[in-house]
């Protein structure tokens, strides 16, 4: 029976879908490390209390991206060319969602809608991180090989989506809440057809690598298609919702050091 588990257990097992598997995580954690660290660098003075904590969480995707590749250093095997329609965080800046690249590479300050736009963007992405990384968690936390990694993602992605609550629902206090609430829907809507797009890619690619039969095709292109559906209509709405983190998550990237070195 296709399951979740299934799926993922023999990707897993597959060095060359494991491979894939791992680049593609590896380079869009490398690319949202990098646009967090020049957004850090270019926060307007009246927002610079959050400098730290974008530099943070840029610094935490930087280092999942070294957890990926020390996944694939373990197999002793090389990261494999990311092919360009599973690209999620490029399809989404070539979409107009979150700040554009040639914005975050001139050197001139950003502006208080800029940062709006970037935690938005960021609240709605990591709200998908962190469900993958509660999937993964539930199915591998204890595999032998990848649940030391998953465990220490699912966490960390738990305390940006608690970042990206907090700070948005400070920013609405100050006066942007219905930019914020425009801009999270904007988001919400190209991430759950981009998401897609992205999903039926991976799943094709990994298809001609593990030989899926035409009808195992077909159903997982069915079953991503169905997800979306039920999004458009209303689960994004889980997205663009707006809750103050638990004490425990309160101030959760703080401005510290990175705690955990990237290991596996």
């Known amino acids: 029976m296709l399951s979740a588990r299934s799926l993922f257990t023999e990707i897993l097992d597959n060095d060359e879908s494991f491979r894939l598997f791992c680049s593609i995580a590896a380079s869009g954690e490398t690319q949202g ?6 957004i850090a660098a270019l926060v307007p003075p ?20 070294r957890i990926f590749n020390g996944l694939l250093h373990g197999r002793h095997l090389e990261p494999a060319p990311v092919p360009a329609d599973t690209d999620y965080t490029m ?18 300050p950003l ?5 709006v736009t970037y935690l938005a963007h960021s609240r709605v992405t990591e709200q ?14 204890d595999h032998p090989e990848i649940g030391r990694a998953v465990r ?3 966490r960390d992605e738990d305390n940006h989506l608690a970042y990206c609550h907090e700070e948005l629902l400070r920013l609405a206090r100050a006066g942007h809440a219905r930019t914020i609430q425009r801009t999270l829907k904007d988001c919400a809507m190209a991430e759950i057809r981009i998401y897609r797009d992205v999903s039926i890619a991976v799943m094709a690619h990994m ?5 899926w039969s035409p009808a195992k095709s077909a159903l997982l292109r ?43």
């Not at 962190?130 to 993964?136: F, I, K, R, T, Y």
């Open 128 to 141: 998908r991180a962190s469900e993958q990384m509660a999937l993964l968690l539930r199915l591998f936390g």
């Open 46 to 65: 009246a927002l610079a209390g959050l400098a730290p904590k974008i530099a943070r969480h840029g610094a935490d995707e930087d280092k999942h991206g």
């Open 152 to 154: 220490q993602i699912a």
């Open 111 to 115: 502006g208080e809608h800029d940062i």
């Open 33 to 38: 490390g990098w646009e967090n660290g020049r």
């Open 207 to 211: 298809g001609e690598i593990l030989r």
């Open 91 to 108: 399809l989404l800046e070539r979409s107009g969602i979150g700040l554009a690249h040639s914005r975050l590479k001139a050197d001139e």
């Open 222 to 264: 069915a079953g991503i298609n169905a997800v979306y559906a039920y999004e458009r209509v209303a689960g994004w709405r889980r997205m663009v919702s707006l809750t103050m983190p638990g004490p425990e998550l309160r101030n959760a990237l703080g401005g510290g050091p990175v705690a955990a070195e990237a290991t596996t």
